[in-house]
């Protein structure tokens, strides 16, 4: 028998799901269930977005395990993520998601705001496309993958460290550190 948490009921519970902390609306959804236009999640993730209050949460925040945005050189997953892109990057445009967390990949690496491969601004502009950020440099083994040369991809490396955010009606800012030497080693804010 395994343990979990209990998740909020606000979505299918254990797999995706959404809440709000402070000024942050969090969506939390499954790349491992089906996301498709007529699956179940994919209806419960436009409706949950198309009802967030900006006024209360100003910022958007959207998770999953798998990215939709990442250059390291795994081909198998680089599929994958076209498949993300392809079924949820429009409703991330469409209802201005600020920031989206991924993992899978045992590194970091940002994004620019982006839309459709293409580069929209500078976090500091705010022209409505996403910033993705895999951080999942934490703990596991590392990963020593090359990166492909992508022009969306602004920073990336291989090192132990943690993020941290923090989120004021106007500004969302994230923090990079390495675990090494507790020192930023990149940051923006929105």
């Given amino acids: 028998m395994y343990h979990r948490f209990v998740m909020p009921s606000t979505g299918h519970s254990l797999y995706w799901y959404s809440f709000d902390y402070g000024f942050i609306h969090f969506v939390m959804i499954s790349t491992e269930h089906d996301f498709t236009y007529q699956s179940e999640q994919y209806s419960w993730i436009a409706s949950d977005l198309s009802s967030v209050n900006r006024t209360r949460t100003p910022w958007i925040i959207f998770t999953g395990h798998r990215p939709m945005y990442s250059s390291e050189n795994y081909m198998a997953d680089y599929n994958v993520s076209l498949a993300i892109r392809q079924y949820l990057e429009p409703l991330l445009f469409k209802y201005q998601v600020d920031v989206c967390l991924w993992a899978h990949y045992h590194s970091y690496e940002r994004t620019c705001p982006v839309f459709q491969e293409k580069c929209l ?15 999942g440099m934490a703990g596991a083994a590392l990963d020593f993958a090359e990166y492909m040369n992508k022009e969306w991809s602004v920073y990336h490396d291989q090192e132990y460290g943690y993020t941290l955010a923090q989120a004021t009606p106007t500004n969302l800012t994230f923090l990079y550190y390495h675990n090494i030497d507790n020192k930023i080693y990149d940051r923006f804010t929105i």
């Fill in 121 to 135: 601004g500078t976090p500091e502009s705010n022209p409505g496309g996403p910033i993705h950020m895999v951080i």
